[in-house]
């Protein structure tokens, strides 16, 4: 059974940083690309950031270029999302996600992906 869980949600103030983490278990997490989404009420799950099987390549949404960023430790089947420069509009629930294609390049589209975590809430206040 493919099992997702992410941690690392919280409340914090405009400015500050949080670091999310997705334990992976019941895949070969190695082979996978490896995604970050939100979801804020109200609106579409959206993307947030990627990255390569490998770690070598990573993407990111525009919103949080420069803010944000994606990395993983295949030997703890762990994918990470660093934020830093926290915005109210970063607000959402973050999802970690698997994509399907095993060594594949990450895609941006939310139907790529096969396995997805709960959730974590992000509230960032004024």
């Known amino acids: 059974q493919v099992q997702l869980v992410e941690s690392g949600g919280g409340l914090v103030q405009a400015g500050g940083s949080l670091r999310l983490s997705c334990a992976v278990s019941g895949l070969t997490f190695s082979r996978h690309p490896m995604g970050w989404f939100r979801q804020a009420p109200g609106k579409e799950r959206e993307f947030v950031a990627a990255?390569?099987?490998?770690?070598?390549?990573?993407y990111y949404a525009d919103s949080v270029k420069g803010r944000f960023t994606i990395s993983r430790d295949n030997a703890k089947n762990t994918v990470y999302l660093q934020m830093n420069s926290l915005k109210p509009e970063d607000t959402a629930v973050y999802y970690c996600?698997?994509?399907?294609?095993?060594?594949?390049?990450?895609?941006?589209?939310?139907?790529?992906?096969?396995?997805w975590g709960q959730g974590t809430q992000v509230t960032v206040s004024k």
């Open positions: 996600a698997a994509d399907r294609t095993v060594f594949g390049i990450p895609d941006r589209r939310v139907s790529e992906y096969d396995y």
């Open positions: 990255i390569t099987w490998s770690g070598s390549g990573t």
